[in-house]
């Protein structure tokens, strides 16, 4: 069985092209893609079970009445103040609930794109991937390869990559005589930083 620790995951940048019939241009950020309940089970492990423990704890310690830090005991909370249950009665319907909708959206489409907020949504023809990168442990990408920068100084002769405000290093070589060397470094780079 694998260590889930070290579990290689599918990251996507969606772009939605439409949306009941009304053309679109909406990009996302990197989400994860998850295609089957062991994927689903892997990211409840690693990401969402540890946010509901932070939050639970935080509502079993806080010293103050109504302030939470975190997004799960805030949520917690406002239910269980609005059904009038107890807050664990709430915390597990929640929990279970969302994740009943994820699995359900798995088995139907086959696919879904989850955000480092939780939210998601199911693949459709409507959404067209603009990239997609696998990671090794469940860490959110930051970058795109659209984040590239290539420049050189005005007259001068070698060219420098940049990936958002970061310098592409390697080996100690910052700078190429080419355009071309020097994004294709960068994308090198990019690919093998998981950045």
């Not at 939605?16 to 994860?32: A, Q, R, T």
């Not at 005991?73 to 269980?80: F, P, R, Y």
Request: hydrophobic share 35%; charged share 30%.
């Amino acid at each position: 069985m694998e260590d889930i620790n070290n579990k290689t995951f599918r990251f996507a940048r969606p772009k939605m092209i439409e949306m009941n019939g009304h053309k679109m241009d909406m990009e996302y950020s990197w989400m994860l893609v998850l295609e089957s309940i062991e994927d689903l089970d892997a990211y409840s492990d690693l990401y969402h079970t540890p946010q509901i423990k932070e939050g639970l704890q935080e509502i079993m310690t806080k010293k103050c009445a109504k302030h939470n830090s975190t997004i799960w005991g805030g949520l917690v909370e406002d239910i269980a103040d609005i059904t009038g249950e107890h807050w664990l009665v709430t915390s597990t319907r929640v929990e279970n609930d969302v994740y009943k909708a994820k699995a359900n959206l798995i088995i139907e489409r086959g696919r879904i794109y989850v955000n480092s907020s939780g939210g998601c949504f199911p693949h459709s023809d409507s959404i067209e991937i603009m990239e997609e990168k696998e990671v090794k442990g469940l860490v959110w990408p930051i970058y795109s390869i659209k984040d590239i920068i290539v420049k050189k100084w005005r007259n001068g002769t070698h060219w420098y990559a940049k990936i958002g405000k970061m310098d592409v290093v390697i080996d100690g070589e910052q700078k190429w005589d080419t355009y071309k060397e020097a994004y294709s470094e960068a994308l090198k780079f990019f690919e093998t930083e998981n950045l």
